[in-house]
């Protein structure tokens, strides 16, 4: 018999400390003792990322909404299979406790952001789960963080970093199109309570509250997960 483990995901629009807050979260837990790794989406340093770059980049359009969200998801997905069977399939059915840094949950956000008809975005968001769960068989999250942050602050954050494949200053489709951002981040916030989704908040009293303080939270989140599955 199988030991499943457990998928920890943590999502946010560009830019809002996923990377910071997944790092910190593997080093303690490892420092724990924890058996623990950590994945992040997209791959760009592997082939099944290709057309999430083209994406990105524009060769299918410059907008994002030139690119139908059934069909974008399918970019991101496919990289996703791949990293299932190439990085952590065999850890994680051994039981280990895998961070990811984006996963399924970003085409929730930033693809479902692109369908206004409440009808149609149902149907896409069970579409998307459909696919990426069952048909390609991709572990479900045990839990979801959202790292809450207005796109007025992760502009901020941003400001002057590099496009994270090509190194040059141009941003890809989604970061230089502010409307998009704004769509995604909207579309977040009504995920959170329709998939029971954690809320981070980031910001207190308008000021963006410390690393630390913003891991401690999600540290906490965590072990009590973990006391309940016990
Ligand atoms: N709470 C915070 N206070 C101050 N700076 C922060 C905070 N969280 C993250 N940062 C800084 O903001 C920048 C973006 O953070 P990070 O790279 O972790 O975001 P990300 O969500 O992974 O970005 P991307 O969407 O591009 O992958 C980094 O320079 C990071 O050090
Ligand atoms: C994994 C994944 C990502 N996206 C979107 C989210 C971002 O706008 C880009 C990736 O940018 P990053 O700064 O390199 O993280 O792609 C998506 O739409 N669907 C996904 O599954």
Known sequence: MTQKGKLIVIEGVDGSGKETQSKKLYQRLKKEGFSVMQISYPRYDK???????????GDFGDKPQDVSPYIASTFYAMDRYASYKEDYEQFYKAGGIVIADRYTTSNMVHQAGKIQDVKQRKKFLDWLWDYEFHLYGLPIPDLVYFLDIPVTMNQKLMKGRRNKFSGKKKKDIHERDLRYL?????????????????????????????????????YEIFINLLRKSD
């Open 47 to 57: 082939a099944s990322s290709e057309m999430v770059k083209a994406y990105l980049r």
């Open 182 to 218: 704004q769509r995604s981040y909207k579309t977040a916030l009504s995920l959170v309570d329709q998939y029971h989704w954690k809320r981070i908040p980031c910001m207190r009293a308008e000021k963006l509250r410390s690393i630390e303080e913003i891991h401690e939270e999600i």
